[in-house]
Each structure stands twice: as C-alpha cells, then as structure tokens.
C-alpha cells in the first residue's frame, strides 16, 4: 500500500516556522496536488516527504511505516524536478539507467526495464542522443523516465512543467495523467497553475502561509470555495468580489435578490461573482456602469466595468458587441453567488 500520510507536521528555519500542524492522508494510487502561491510551503512539503529537508516536528508515514529518519533512497519515492538535472555528457539512455547502474542491478534487468518506460515515453529515437541535443519538453520526458525505472511506489513532481513554453505544457501534462493512470502509482504533484490543478488532481491540497486552506476535488474547491483566498485563487478570470449590506434577503446599494434559504443577519457581506455567471443587460441590469476594458480572448471577451464602487469582469460570448465608454447593466444569476463574512474572511453556509 503506497499511502503516505502527514501527521501534524511542522518545519522550523531557526526562529521562522514556515510549515505547521500539517495533516493529510494520500490514498494509494491518488493524485493529490499541492496548490498555492509562491512561499506558501507546498515545495518545502514536498521536499520534507522526499527525504530532502529536516522535519522539525510531526511524523511523516509511507506505506504504513514511520520514515522521518530515512534516507531518501529507503523511502520508495522517485521525484522530478522543476530543473531536468540531466548529465550532460551522458547519453539520454545513460542518464535513464545510471540510478539503476549505481544500485548494481543487471544489465539485462535494467534493460528490460528500459523497455516500457521509453516506449511509454516515446523516447526510443533519442535513446543514442546528449541532453543538449533535446528539446526542454524531451529533456522533461527523460527525467520522468528516469523515475520511471525506479518503479517507486511513490512519485512527487515538484513543478515539473513549469519551464516549458504553453502548448509543451498541455501535452506532458496528458502525459502525466495518463502514466499515472497506466502505472496506478501514489502521486503528489506541486504546483502553482491551478489549471495543473484542476486537470491532473484526484484532490487539490490549497496552501496559504505553511497551512492548508482548503482541501478538497477540483469541483468542491471551485464550486464551493472555504474562505476568501480559495475564491480569489481558483478560476480564471478571478472572481469578483463586492462588498455590499445585507438586510431582508437583499443586498443593498444594488438590486441584487439573494437566492433562499441565505440566512442573512443585517450587516457587511463580501459578495463573489464569477465573470461567466454574469450577463451584460444594455437597458436594465441589477448592477450598471461603464465599459473600461474589452478584451478579445477568442471564445470570450472580458469586459470590465466600472461601477460607482467596484470594478467587475464579466465574461461574454466572443460575438457580443461593446464599446470602451458605454454604460451598460450587469445580471446577477443569484444562484451563483458565493457570501463570505468580511471578518472572518470564511464563507456564508446557505
């Protein structure tokens, strides 16, 4: 059983905790990615589960087993790097079996290992070929096979695709999804692209400040966001967000009907649209202003409009027809609003 299950761990630079009281259990065979914004500790995580950094508290458990003292040769994880940390002046089918080599495994052992693994990676061309002589998204494809061959029971990705130019990306992402659903491995994956995110994660681990704000499917985070900063960081274009009064159902200032059974106490809300839940309105609208930007994004537009308080995006079918400077009216699909209290920063339960 390839689980590996974080029990309230904590990790210390001197007097700065960067990382605490973190739990989470991952399932064998799950996809779990470890979201957030730069510095929020999910590569430190990463790093700790690998066996790469101290755990200053807290008991780290792989297969059922206690490994905060391992080696990271002992723990069964094979990782892959932002950076493909090729061996230059070896060949690409040297640098997939040099682990395998070192160890004093077989050669016919390790070729027969080789096998699949380029095959599953489309590799068998360059087999002959130095890393210089590669494409970023091969040299890419080379590392995960040289995790590959280790056959771990865990793999960890610590922001794999982010060198790549966009439509590299999209490939090797497939890549990856389907080589884990092939291999039927224990993965956890790190990364900042919340598209990453939400194509390739059985569930998404949120992290803000060394904590995990939210966890949860890709549909629950987005769908129904925890706090503030979850709303704010999933879904593209961001959400927008309006502070508003609430009293009877309604939200003053605008004409905006909540959808029951909000139960609402007199007082600020925070209020969150997403731009596609939005229609523009040329003669009525529950919220009105003018046209400030107008963004072509093939399918859609992004039209951004400037109440007399707040700025909000509204996303549009590509053929409707704006102009920077009108006045215009926005609907509100109350159904999908998302209440949070202002204070707490937490979100309002229907």
């Known amino acids: 059983m390839a689980t590996v299950e974080c029990r309230s761990i904590r990790k210390v630079y001197g007097a700065l905790e960067v990382m605490r009281d973190f739990n989470l259990q991952v399932d064998n065979h799950e996809f779990v990615v470890f979201l957030g914004p730069s510095g929020c500790g999910k590569s430190t995580m990463l790093r700790m589960i690998a066996g790469l950094e101290d755990i200053s508290g807290g008991d780290l ?11 990271p040769g002992d723990r069964g994880i094979a990782m892959v790097f932002q950076n493909y940390a090729l061996y230059p002046h070896m060949t690409v089918r ?7 080599e070192r160890a004093g495994i077989a050669k016919a052992a390790i ?8 095959e599953a990676l489309g590799l068998g061309v360059y087999l002959s070929r130095k890393p210089t002589e590669l ?9 995960i096979a040289r995790a590959m061959i280790k056959t771990p029971e865990v793999f960890l990705f610590d922001e794999p695709l982010s060198n790549l130019d966009a439509k590299l990306r999209g490939n090797l992402r497939v890549e990856i999804a ?4 092939d291999l039927k491995t224990t993965s956890i994956y790190v990364t900042h692209d919340q598209l990453e995110a939400m194509t390739l994660a059985d569930r998404i681990v949120l992290m803000k400040e060394g904590r995990i704000e939210q966890m949860g499917t890709p549909e629950e985070i987005y769908q129904e966001p925890a706090t503030l900063f979850a709303a704010g960081f999933i879904g593209t274009p961001n959400m927008n967000f309006i ?3 609430a009293s009877d159902g309604l939200l003053q200032d605008h004409s905006i009907k909540l959808a029951a059974p909000f139960a ?3 007082g600020p809300v925070t209020v969150g649209i997403r731009p596609g839940a939005m229609r523009l309105n040329q003669t009525g609208g529950a919220l009105r202003g003018q046209v400030e930007r107008n963004e072509f994004h093939g399918e859609t537009r992004l039209v951004t409009i400037r109440t007399v308080k707040h700025e909000i995006n509204v996303a549009v079918p590509a053929s409707t027809r704006v102009h920077e400077g009108e006045t215009i009216g926005i609907d509100v699909d109350s159904c999908n609003l998302h209440l949070f209290d202002p204070k707490s920063e937490t979100r309002l339960r229907q």
């Open 61 to 71: 458990l792989i297969g059922g087993q206690r490994v905060n003292d391992r080696d």
């Open 94 to 100: 040297e640098n997939i079996t040099f682990g395998l």
């Open 111 to 118: 070729d027969e290992r080789l096998a699949p693994v380029v």
């Open 135 to 143: 494409s970023g998204g091969q040299q890419q494809r080379v590392a």
């Open 178 to 181: 389907r080589l884990h659903r």
């Open 243 to 245: 502070e508003l009064d």
């Open 264 to 266: 609402l106490k007199s």
